[in-house]
């Protein structure tokens, strides 16, 4: 079974600081997706990752994922009070011939301003 | 455009009771999904239909059925509703099954509560 933990869990910062959350696991991932979840609503995709290595940016979020195609982390700069929300990552379960996405359990992001 | 829509957006049931939870899609997409959301553990793939007339069992199955009634619309039904389902639910489409290559879009989610 392949698992995806995201930490930390929970992280409540001020405006302005810089913070990165993780998402990791032992197993290999065709690609990986980031969402962001607000109260109330559905999670919205923010950026897939297919290649190991690869870095996107979205303003000031910055993915990665790693050479091994086992982990992804999310970097924000200067975080803002719209950034706090529920992220998740998804691992695209591919590897194994299926449609499914594996998903993290989240981090709860509050920006505090 | 309204995306994905589900119905109803909040529900109370009695354990035995049973109901359908409806989606739509007005954007002509192929697949189609149910998911549960429950805290600290993520989203979990109830079942979902790669394409019209085809559905499969995802990762929590039991306890639900589904029905691809036609192209826009993917139904959820719970015979007997037990208090592990209550949850949040969220359906999902996209344009073709693999996350791979499809953006997955989902709907605002139908709060449920077993008793």
């Known amino acids: 079974t392949q698992l995806l933990e995201q930490s930390p869990q929970f992280l409540s910062i001020q405006e302005g600081e810089n913070l990165t959350v993780y998402c990791n696991s032992s197993?290999?991932?065709?690609?990986l997706q980031w969402y962001r979840q607000e109260p109330g609503e559905g999670p919205v995709l923010l950026v897939t990752?297919?290649?190991g290595g690869e870095v996107k940016k979205l303003k000031r979020l910055t993915f990665q994922f790693g050479d091994a195609r086992k982990d992804s982390s999310l970097h924000i700069t200067a975080a803002q009070p719209g950034d706090t929300g529920l992220y998740l990552c998804a691992g695209d379960g591919l590897m194994d011939s299926n449609y499914q996405l594996i998903w993290g359990a989240g981090t709860k992001l509050i920006i505090k301003p | 455009n309204a995306g994905v829509t589900q119905t109803p957006k909040f529900q109370v049931l009695k354990t035995g009771q049973s109901m359908t939870l409806q989606c739509a899609q007005d954007m002509n997409h192929n697949s189609m999904y149910w998911y549960r959301q429950d805290p600290g553990m993520g989203l979990r793939l109830i079942y979902y239909s790669a394409s019209e007339g085809t559905t499969d069992k995802g990762e929590v199955p039991n306890g639900y059925n589904v029905s691809r009634l036609n192209k826009r619309e993917f139904s959820l039904r719970l015979e007997s509703a037990a208090p592990s389902q209550t949850s949040v639910y969220f359906c999902a489409s996209s344009e073709g099954p693999s996350p791979h290559y499809y953006e997955q879009y989902f709907g605002p989610g139908t709060r449920l509560t077993v008793t």
């Open positions: 990752v297919v290649t």
């Open positions: 197993s290999v991932f065709s690609s």
